[in-house]
């Protein structure tokens, strides 16, 4: 499909946010988070309005580029047009934490196989695996109310997430917040990898739980094994593994 490019009609700012996040849709397709056309990665662009990309409704997360990203006002306007619309759940679910985040430069959001497990049990995730140690201190859960596409349910989500990093969709999925496209990625790497690890892990034996003593102090911890790069620490090893495959999501 031919797509326009945008590269000289928007600003070296938002372009540069615009391959950053069309890497980030490249990445979640390539690690299997997919499914088919239905979730959302938004990134907020910075300055004053309150403005932001999300896929455009009816690609598939391998065929998005830059310039087929849709920008839109916190109504749904689109603000560049697009010959794409906007899915209105996902709209629903991002566009009201950005409203009330202003650290949300990234909001991801997947209904992969083992995420919807996890969602879907009592417990939540569980304390069993050095993945799920650095999520568990910043997780929080919101119960299912159906699609997402009532706006009564915003103040509940809003709430439920509070100030937290990751976000438990109950019966529903995962979702993560993060002051950067990459940030956010990475987070969404390791809750997804906590989650596999459980629903592997509860098809054998008895679970041995990790010492809470262990979760306290993990953010400096987490600060320690990034070299204090957080996920600048890969996200460029991730770019480079994009184009060796296709850098087309540069377009």
Request: aromatic share 6%.
């Amino acid at each position: 499909m031919e797509i326009a490019s945008l590269k000289q009609v928007v600003s070296a700012e938002e372009w540069a946010l615009r391959v950053q996040l069309a890497a980030c849709y490249r990445l979640v397709a390539l690690y299997g988070w997919t499914d088919l056309v239905f979730t959302h990665i938004s990134a907020r662009l910075p300055g004053p309005d309150h403005h932001f990309l999300i896929n455009p409704y009816g690609l598939l997360f391998e065929e998005i580029t830059a310039s087929s990203l849709v920008k839109v006002d916190q109504h749904c306007n689109k603000l560049i047009d697009s010959p794409f619309p906007v899915n209105p759940a996902g709209f629903t679910i991002h566009s009201c934490i950005h409203q009330v985040r202003d650290d949300a430069a990234c909001v991801l959001h997947t209904h992969s196989r083992a995420g919807v497990a996890v969602s879907a049990q009592k417990c939540g995730l569980l304390p069993i695996s050095q993945q799920s140690t650095f999520i568990l201190p910043s997780l929080a859960y919101h119960d299912y109310e159906g699609v997402a596409l009532r706006d009564d349910e915003k103040p509940r989500l809003q709430a439920d997430l509070g100030g937290k990093t990751h976000l438990i969709l109950r019966n529903h999925g995962l979702l993560v917040v993060g002051g950067s496209v990459p940030e956010a990625f990475l987070s969404m790497y390791n809750l997804e990898s906590a989650c596999r690890i459980q629903i592997d892990a509860q098809a054998g034996g008895e679970l041995t739980l990790v010492n809470p003593k262990i979760l306290e102090g993990i953010a400096q911890v987490v600060k320690t094994v990034t070299a204090g790069q957080g996920a600048g620490i890969a996200w460029p090893a991730l770019l480079r593994r994009l184009d060796r495959i296709d850098p087309s999501y540069k377009t």
